[in-house]
């Protein structure tokens, strides 16, 4: 089959890997219907993270169940499917708590490579989830999106405490900032700021559901948000960007007792104890539990209750994904989907 | 009157200050009844914080209303009355969601210094709790402790999720700490672990309502709690020290999805991102809204319900202050009670 493999920083090929195929009796195999490039892809695509050896790329992935093993039995071939980036058996202590992405018998999805055309999936029962029917070919976007970047937008702003009443900043303008935006909007937020400088993520901001754009950042962005919010900073924030001036800048933007959920991948951060301690700020992110909220992600995705899918601003056939790559370093698309 | 002064690290002297009086029609003067030696009272006593100047010491005081500003519309002279140790208006947006420690008109208590015969409390309204009737001597120690640790060791335990079917551990056996024990317990949690290597404190945590002894710390410590927990960490931990090691040893307690309440004041504390973000672990701390918690817990007091004031193990007169935090920073005493 046809995958996207990294050779070294910047060097992503599509080219021939072996067909996956059932290696434990809780495997499933899906034909890969849409993938897509990630943020944190782009960390080992920039040399920030290491590449030590060609890598198989991609965790984000709706398809079709092509074979399931022999222990499989909530699922059979040809439903379709959309699973997260962590393969969770769903049934472990740390699952039922709604800790998917810490499950302890865990896969990471991205050293098995979705950009490609087939796809093994662990713990296919408690991954995947199907929807009814398999769905028209407009929604493909919107399933590929509640693989990841809508379920941990979702967690950012629920770890955020988004909700009724409340004023909430999102710090970031990528895929899942704008999906948090989205998902404060469905919790109930009375008001969304979406601090963005990109006239095209303002845009997709605004239609998500946003009040408000901030364009400004750091410390002059955190003073707008102080001014906008009577002084106090907003009840929840959202941090979708990893570095250490996002991070100051969301912990700075939240009232004491705000909340501030996080999910930029924290490479390089380093928390002050006596800020967050003064800050009163109560903190929680990772990676997200995408599989808690995908029953209900998916429902609302069928019924066209929300359209998270509008993030996929470029839409390529899988052999031009080192172009998807490309248009997402340089910030001229903001996710790009990968047709196998 | 006298007052205990600081005037270099390890130099406390009791020594006549002027009295305070009405400055604002807000403030209430009070006749101060105990005050004590809180934990960090022994920072800058130990020179880790720096003294700049001779600086009057205590923030933590029950007593009787001596005298009210013409605004003060709810006390009256002759009530006993406990506060805690930011004076705050209680009315603000801030202090109406319930961090008063950070309310818009807060006032630190230590500056005003409450080792002392009498104390000024601004914004005595909304800073200031009276009992139905002046209490017993025996409670006094007891609504003292209501002042700082009882109120901050139960924000702690609130942050840190406590509550029925979870497994707590509190890492820090000071007064805080051991009050943590008591707030768990008294917030339903069905397993509580502190970790403690001394005897006598080992023993006031069993009466707390400790469950469990833990006498590792650092990495041998976290060890024992995964032990204790099928590999998984603590549901709550409460963090009651400070210092990096202390907090590290918190966070990497906690199961994934677990919460850290930390209220040691977090000197010198760096924390890492990754791994914040790797631990899913939600972390609040900071210096603790005990007014949000003031009237239950002095309820709970009055009707004999815990008894916090047991942390006192020594009880001076004012003019022994010295001895005091001699005993404290020793560790010969947990807590020091001074009596003008």
Known sequence: MR????????????E????????????????????CVCGSDLWPYRGIQPVTE????????????????SEVST?????????SF????????????????????????GALGA??????????????????????????????AASDVLGTGWFAATAAEAGPGKTVAVVGDGAVGLLAVLAARQLGAERIIAMSRHADRQKLALEFGATDIVTERGDEGIARIKEMTNGLGAHSVVEAVGTQQSMEQAIRSARPGGSVGFVGV????????????????RLQGGPAPVRRFLPDLMEMIGDRTIDP?????LDLPLDQAAEGYRAMDERRAIKALLRP
């Open 266 to 281: 924290t490479h390089d951060v380093s928390l002050s104890g006596m800020e967050m301690f003064w800050s009163l700020v």
């Open 86 to 109: 962590w393969a969770s058996d769903n049934t472990c202590e740390v699952c039922r708590a709604g800790y998917q992405s810490a499950c302890l018998h865990r896969v990471p999805m």
């Open 3 to 14: 995958g996207a493999v990294l050779h070294t920083p910047g060097d992503v090929r599509v």
């Open 54 to 69: 060609p890598s198989p790329m991609g965790h984000e992935y709706v398809g079709v169940v092509e074979e399931v093993g």
């Open 16 to 35: 021939n890997r072996d067909d996956p195929r059932i290696e434990a009796p809780t495997d499933a195999i899906i034909r890969v219907s849409a993938a």
């Open 75 to 83: 699922l059979r071939p040809g439903q379709f499917v959309v699973g």
């Open 309 to 313: 899918g509008r993030v996929f601003d």
């Open 115 to 144: 950009q490609a055309e087939f796809l093994r999936v662990p713990l296919a029962d408690g991954t995947l989830v199907a929807t009814p029917e398999v769905p028209p070919a407009e929604l493909i976007p919107s399933y590929l």
